[in-house]
């Protein structure tokens, strides 16, 4: 059983954008029992102007690229950080996305939560450890989701150096603590 959804909310007007499902038509037979009581509306207004906006597939995909080009700098910035400070040490993993909105962060077992913690205590607000996993529980406590794409390229800098600080920080107290 295959379900694939898409929007268009985190490229356009948040909240607003067209939603689709995309499943065999047996699956789209079963799914319609259960939306047709649980659908609030369509927003028909909200609807029509996105369709003015994007037009086509080609104004969606040269709109993905406008995005592309502001967001690429401030994920380069992260991996840059990462690779200086964290490459290497055996202490953790990230990835680099094609595409989206964040980087997934791996740290030592038991670690997130500590990082994410510390992080806050300096001033940097980060998304909760384990946020990815369902209900938040993350079973390692190791994963952080990483979203640069809000703040202002040079802001972004100071806080990837203060994370990989801190992951640095709590990754040798583990280490030291599994030591003894």
């Known amino acids: 059983m295959v379900y694939k959804f898409a929007s268009t909310s985190k490229i356009s007007f948040p909240g607003s954008g067209v939603a689709v499902i995309a499943a065999s038509l047996n699956n789209l037979d079963d799914i319609k029992k259960y939306m047709t009581v649980q659908t609030i509306g369509h927003d028909k207004v909200n609807q029509l102007r996105h369709v003015r906006f994007f037009k ?30 964290l490459a290497g040490l055996g202490i953790c993993t990230w990835t680099h996305p094609k595409g989206g909105y964040f980087i997934s962060f791996d740290s030592m077992n038991g670690c ?6 510390k992080c806050k205590k300096a ?39 203060l994370f990989a ?16």
């Open 56 to 85: 086509d597939l080609d104004g969606i995909t040269e709109h993905m690229r406008k995005h592309a080009d502001i967001l690429r700098p401030k994920f380069e910035a992260v991996w840059e950080t990462f690779e200086k400070e």
């Open 112 to 117: 997130a939560k500590e990082i994410v913690s």
């Open 123 to 161: 001033g940097v607000t980060l998304t909760g450890a384990g946020a990815t996993y369902p209900y938040g529980l993350d079973p390692n406590d190791s994963n952080i989701r990483i979203a640069p794409s809000y703040p202002p390229i040079n802001d972004l800098k100071t806080a990837a150096e």
């Open 165 to 180: 600080l801190c992951v640095k920080i709590v990754s040798i107290n583990k280490i030291l603590e599994e030591r003894a």
